[in-house]
């Protein structure tokens, strides 16, 4: 964890003049014609990988800040790259912030790892290579994640790392109301953003060695 490029970006996000319009325009297309297939060709991915990172990061703190949902907006950003799922998914996300608001594991991971369900698990319910390879593909995941963010939970990272003392949102509308003032839901785009990148960089890694 480099906590001086974490606070860059954490001061970075709280300053951010958000293209509000344009992110909910890109979220309402998807809700009423869903999330659009693809099949990414591995040549592709291989000269534009940078630009697909930064892309997969920013649109997840941007679909952080719209929805106000690190879960689903790092699931978002996750699934329209990749063309997986689909929006039943992201509202079925919907109580997963933290766990249900508990400061529990971040939703910068919970989507993460819906994401890795979609693609790396089977329509096969008793393929149970695909089932270990999974959760293989979710602990390397977790480990990254902590190892960029410096924590999984929730109330830590929010601790530790971008407010800087203990506040759980959910847990009254006083606490939300100051988590908002904190500039919180500007902030908190950076596990999502971090989760996304290095859950797409994984995918895409996986996608290049199939192609190979």
Request: proline share 4%; net charge negative.
């Amino acid at each position: 964890m480099n906590t001086d490029l974490l606070q860059k970006k954490i001061d970075e996000l709280a300053e951010r003049v958000w293209e509000v319009e344009a992110i909910e325009a890109r979220v309402r297309r998807m809700a009423a014609e869903g999330i659009p297939p693809k099949k990414p060709a591995p040549g592709e991915l291989t000269a534009r990988k940078e630009e697909i990172l930064d892309r997969v990061q920013r649109r997840a703190e941007e679909y952080n800040f719209l929805l106000k949902n690190c879960a689903q907006g790092t699931a978002l950003a996750l699934l329209e790259e990749f063309g997986l799922g689909s929006m039943e998914i992201i509202k079925a996300l919907t109580p997963f912030p933290g766990i249900g608001g508990t400061g529990e594991i971040c939703g910068g991971i919970t989507g993460s790892l819906i994401a890795f369900g979609l693609f790396f698990g089977s329509d096969d319910r008793l393929d149970y290579g695909a089932l270990n390879q999974t959760i293989m593909k979710a602990q390397q995941f977790m480990a990254g994640f902590e190892d960029a963010v410096g924590h999984l939970y929730c109330a830590d990272i929010l601790e530790q790392v971008i407010i800087g003392y203990r506040l759980n949102p959910g847990e009254s509308e006083t606490a939300m109301t100051t988590f908002a003032q904190e500039k919180g839901f500007e902030k908190c785009g950076l596990p999502p953003g971090l989760g996304a990148r290095l859950a797409a960089e994984m995918i895409i890694e996986a996608i290049m060695a199939k192609g190979g």
